[in-house]
């Protein structure tokens, strides 16, 4: 099956195309963000090809997976094909409703012919789908191995943006518990964050490609996810498979998706700073709470099933 897909989040799509399906990834000249085209920093198969839209409207494609409202038109532009219409279609919604919690419509609200697949639970919750089908495939990530050593006695995050995205990514209680325990950030928009926060000169790497940034962060003593609103982020889900202790905000699909043996969820952050610092002075529950995160990460946020999921759906939309 020929699969159109965007490259818009780059870890969860890496995921998406380890499947059996033929992945066609629009490439515009510019490479922006409705032509990024096949990933730099994550290793995908030669089955996630790059297409034009050129190159689009002579192959077709069989089913297309939206991600955003505006490529609906891009697909009319680029190939006169309507999405639902003339080629079956879904609608993946990787985020939490970013106006009022309970009461946001959805952009896809009016559309029964477009299914939309929230990423968890709590998402399809709280979007107003109106007529709109809904059903949650949850994440699924590549299984790293177990890496974690904990040698580094600093807390490890992954975060990008989180100068732009200040409250929304928890960027104020990053900060605050930095002030108490020691931590290293890694993700896009280092710079901007490096002005805020020159404290951190030296933790703060950019960019880094994924399979480093794996080797780098298991050897961190624990996993902060400071996040305030946001979809479960996948950061959180590889840090539990590397086999790293994790410590959560309360908020979003975070409770359900991390259990109480592998780590710290709490609403409250002085929580969370006790619990690290309780890890660093005592390595061997980190290591203990790491291995049960690396269990329940495998067993729940698996790829085969998380694969397995997508090709039932695909088959039942498509040709």
């Not at 959805?106 to 809904?134: I, K, Q, S």
């Not at 979003?252 to 929580?271: F, M, N, Q, Y």
Request: aromatic residues 6%.
């Amino acid at each position: 099956m020929r699969v159109l897909i965007w490259h818009v989040h780059g870890s969860w799509l890496t995921s998406f195309v380890a499947g059996a399906d033929d992945y066609l990834i629009p490439v515009l000249t510019d490479r922006g963000p409705d032509g990024r085209g096949r990933a730099r920093t994550w290793a995908w198969p030669a089955s996630a090809r790059e297409v034009t839209p050129a190159g689009l409207r002579a192959e077709g494609c069989d089913v297309v997976v939206l991600q955003r409202p505006h490529e609906i038109d891009l697909l009319e532009r680029w190939t006169g094909l309507r999405a639902g219409v003339d080629v079956p279609a879904v609608y993946v919604e990787h985020n939490a409703p970013p106006g009022p919690a309970a009461a946001t419509r959805h952009p896809l609200a009016e559309r029964g012919d477009l299914p939309v697949v929230h990423v968890t639970a709590f998402n399809a919750l709280m979007w107003d789908c109106g007529d709109a089908p809904t059903t949650v495939i949850e994440h699924g990530v590549p299984d790293p191995g177990y890496r974690y050593t904990g040698e580094d006695e600093r807390l490890g995050v992954v975060v990008n943006e989180p100068v732009r995205r200040w409250r929304v990514a928890g960027t104020d209680v990053l900060l605050a518990m930095a002030e108490q325990v020691p931590v290293t950030v890694y993700g896009m928009g280092m710079t901007a964050l490096a002005e805020r926060a020159p404290a951190l000169a030296g933790h703060l790497h950019d960019d880094v490609p994924q399979a480093a940034m794996h080797e780098l962060l298991a050897h961190h003593r624990a996993y902060l996810h400071p996040y305030r609103w946001t979809s479960l982020g996948l950061s959180l889900v590889e840090a539990m498979s590397l086999g790293m202790p994790v410590l959560a905000l309360a908020t979003t699909a975070a409770p359900e998706s991390v259990p109480a043996g592998a780590g710290v969820v709490s609403a409250d952050p002085d929580v969370l700073t006790t619990a690290a610092r309780r890890w660093l002075r005592d390595p061997d529950e980190a290591r203990e709470r790491g291995r049960e995160a690396r269990r329940h990460a495998l067993g729940r946020f698996g790829l085969d099933r998380f694969l397995s999921d997508w090709q039932r759906l695909l088959k039942e939309v498509g040709p």
